[in-house]
DNA sequence: TCGATGCTTCGTCTATCATCGAACTATGAA
DNA sequence: TTCATAGTTCGATGATAGACGAAGCATCGA
């Protein structure tokens, strides 16, 4: 028996297609939940769950609980670089999986998080909400400052004095998804959502299971007018 | 339901211990022939034709015939790179192949690697090589300084201009996994590994398949007087 | 308290694949 | 030629592990 780092269990969790699947989606760095990476895998949330902890267990990737939900991302850069060191030897070997690929731009533009929005468009928000010091962010959680207040009371006619909740926080950071950054949960991000569907500045789309957020020509507007990127601002 | 490289094909190909175990024994870019590397992954000629088929279809190794042998070598340093990556994130999480806990230490200490030094003291060697200007490193390749030569004659009885070899080179640098640092390899590095075996500095252990180098309490000495890391160094 | 949802554990089934014995081909040596 | 060695192909076998249904646990919201 010889000794030495044990190349072939990594490899051989890499080796599997459904696995290979999950950590491809996870190379940008981002999270995904355990649901998440099963879609992506194509096989039920049992048969993933028995790979994420496998991929944990190698070292691969590391949880993060958060709510309900599990999100997992790989442990760290190196394992990306490996990743993409054999993508690199498929390649020049001509080992590719050649596949449809129907991506949804729209989702990961806008689309709802539980009750909230999410994507590029709710990580935006967030970013100028910070930007125009209407919350306040500390270690872990988030505040609403007496300037947001008034923002929320005078732009989206929403009292946010009245939606505090015994066991859910007003204010909350909710990893995004596409973003890998977060946008604004809680019930105030509930409630902005819900403003934007009574205003009829967005609306979930109708299709099943679909989680997108269609925003309405005026309703892209005054989002932009409220929380536009065209002020400077926007990093990375 | 991706597209793209299909990474879990060549990574499945390195998952498997026998062919992962090929693979390193390639990985200082020698060419070793298929008997060699069924011995090396302790497994029959059959079972390694199979393996071997099997890595160079996945573009890992290639084949080149002579006479009634067939060496294989890996396509190219790409290919040692992700081993080597893999090897790095095993080591991270701790995934040794060691069974056995007290060769564990020794192996790091002192091991063959196909026919040199390698661990902890054959990078040692090497880098007091370095100090001594008995080497002279360029980009890819080493080669033995006049007063190398002096030394190697001197000090241990070799004649380096006798170990010219059609295919093989003198000096090589051949990258340690445990130290993750070069050793001495090439027709040298098996030269002075054998002269350490007659002199008795060093054995290699006598249990069957184990790459673990002891050395005498004398022989620990003297390579400590000539590549030890204690002496003062002229130079730098 | 209750139900809904995200995720895990358990148990079972099934397909894959590594393995080796035996037989075959190819090269080299006597 | 004949023998020996290197390597491959074929077929049978056995163990591994990936898959999912069902049930259990944990968290959230009402």
């Known amino acids: 028996m010889k000794a030495g780092p044990d ?25 995904l939940t355990a649901s998440e990476l099963a879609h992506q895998a194509g096989i039920t949330p049992q048969t993933a769950s028995s790979h994420l902890s496998k991929l944990e267990a190698g070292g691969l990737i590391e949880p993060e609980k958060q709510g309900r939900h599990r999100y997992y991302r790989l442990t760290g850069p190196d394992v990306a670089g490996v990743l993409e060191g054999l ?3 498929a390649e020049r070997a001509g080992h590719t999986r050649v596949r449809t690929g129907p991506k949804e731009p729209a989702l990961r533009r806008a689309r709802i998080c539980y009750d909230h929005l999410a994507g590029d468009l709710g990580v935006q928000m967030l970013d100028s909400m910070r930007k125009q010091r209407l919350v306040r962010q500390t270690k872990q959680s988030i505040e609403l400052t007496g300037e947001g207040k008034r923002f929320m009371a005078e732009a989206l006619q929403i009292d946010a004095d009245r939606l505090a909740h015994p066991r859910r926080p007003i204010c909350k950071a909710c990893l995004d998804w596409s973003e890998r950054r977060h946008h604004l949960a809680g019930t105030l991000g509930a409630a902005v959502m819900n403003r934007f ?39 990375s």
Not at 7 to 25: K, Q, W, Y
């Open 87 to 89: 993508a690199g030897l």
């Open 197 to 235: 569907t009574e205003l009829n500045w967005a609306a979930r789309d109708p299709a099943l299971g679909s989680r997108v957020v269609n925003f309405t020509r005026t309703g892209e507007k005054r989002f932009a007018a409220l929380f536009g990127s065209e002020q400077p601002n926007q990093g």
């Open 7 to 31: 190349i072939a269990l990594v490899a051989s969790l890499v080796g599997d297609p459904a696995r290979a699947n999950m950590l491809t989606a996870l190379m940008d760095g981002r999270a």
